[in-house]
C-alpha cells in the first residue's frame, strides 16, 4: 500500500479533461514537500512530467497542469489524446520515512 | 541530451549478486546525484537507493538496505548498483534517474531487468 494514494484508473473520451488525484499526507505534502508527476507509457521508462507541483519541463504539451493543496496534488489533462494512454505516477519525500515515495500509479484510458 | 544507459542485470537464482551500472552522458555527473528505482513485473515505482553527487551520501530502502549498495565513479560517468542476497522479491526492472531526495528525477534510463527465480 502506498504512501500517496492515487486512483487505479480513470479514463475519458478524446478532448475531454481528466484528473488524477495523489492524496498524501501531514509528512509530505503537508509538509510543504513538493508533488512531482510522471508518465509512463506501455513498456518505456517513466518520463518526468510535472515538477515541484505545477512546473513543466520544456516540451511537455501545456495540456498537462498541476495543482497542489494542503495534503493532495493533482494532475489535469485537458484536451485529451490518444497518446496520452499511460500509466502516471505521483512522486514526493516522507519526512517521517525519511525517503522518497511514490503514488500507486493511475492508468488512463482514452474512450 | 541527457542520456543515462543501464547494463548488468540478468537471470539469477536467490542468494546470488549482481551488480549494475548506469553509464551517464549529456551533463555533468558529478554534479548531480542520481537515484535508483525499480519496478515489479505490472507494479508500481519503487525506490531504492540514491547517492550525492560527491558519492560521500548515500541512503537506501529498508527493503534492501544491508544487502544493496550504491557507488559512483565521477571519473567514468558511472554509478553503480551492487546487490547482494537477491531474493524473488527484488525481481524487477531497474532504473537509474538523475536526482534525489524531495527533488524530481528529472531523466531516466530505459531500465535493466532482474529476474531472480530458483
Known amino acids: 500500500q502506498s504512501v500517496l494514494t492515487q486512483p487505479p484508473s480513470v479514463s475519458g473520451a478524446p478532448g475531454q479533461r481528466v484528473t488524477i488525484s495523489c492524496t498524501g499526507s501531514?509528512?509530505?505534502?503537508?509538509?510543504?514537500?513538493?508533488a512531482h508527476w510522471y508518465q509512463q507509457l506501455p513498456g518505456a521508462a517513466p518520463k518526468l512530467l510535472i515538477y515541484?507541483?505545477?512546473e513543466r519541463p520544456s516540451g511537455v504539451p501545456d495540456r498537462f497542469s498541476g495543482s497542489k493543496s494542503g495534503t493532495s496534488a493533482s494532475l489535469a489533462i485537458s484536451g485529451l489524446q490518444p497518446e496520452d494512454e499511460a500509466v502516471y505516477y505521483c512522486?514526493?519525500?516522507?519526512?517521517?520515512?525519511?525517503?522518497?515515495?511514490f503514488g500507486g500509479g493511475t492508468t488512463v484510458t482514452v474512450l | 541530451e541527457v542520456q543515462l544507459l543501464e547494463s548488468g542485470g540478468g537471470l539469477v537464482q536467490p542468494g546470488e549478486s549482481l551488480r549494475l551500472s548506469c553509464v551517464a552522458s549529456?551533463?555533468?555527473?558529478?554534479?548531480?546525484?542520481m537515484t535508483w528505482v525499480r519496478q515489479a513485473p505490472g507494479k508500481g515505482l519503487e525506490w531504492v537507493s540514491h547517492?550525492?553527487?560527491?558519492?560521500?551520501?548515500?541512503e537506501y530502502a529498508d527493503s534492501v538496505k544491508g544487502r544493496f549498495t550504491v557507488s559512483r565513479d565521477n571519473s567514468k560517468n558511472t554509478l553503480s548498483l551492487q546487490m547482494n542476497s537477491l531474493g524473488v522479491e527484488d525481481t524487477a526492472v531497474y532504473y537509474c534517474?538523475?536526482?534525489?531526495?524531495?527533488?524530481?528525477?528529472?531523466?531516466w534510463g530505459r531500465g535493466t531487468m532482474v529476474n531472480v527465480t530458483s
Open positions: 515541484d507541483n505545477t
Open positions: 512522486h514526493s519525500f516522507d519526512v517521517r520515512l525519511g525517503s522518497p515515495i
Open positions: 547517492i550525492s553527487g560527491t558519492g560521500t551520501d548515500m
Open positions: 534517474a538523475k536526482g534525489w531526495r524531495s527533488f524530481e528525477l528529472d531523466s
Open positions: 501531514s509528512s509530505n505534502f503537508g509538509s510543504s514537500l513538493n
Open positions: 549529456g551533463f555533468t555527473f558529478r554534479h548531480y546525484a
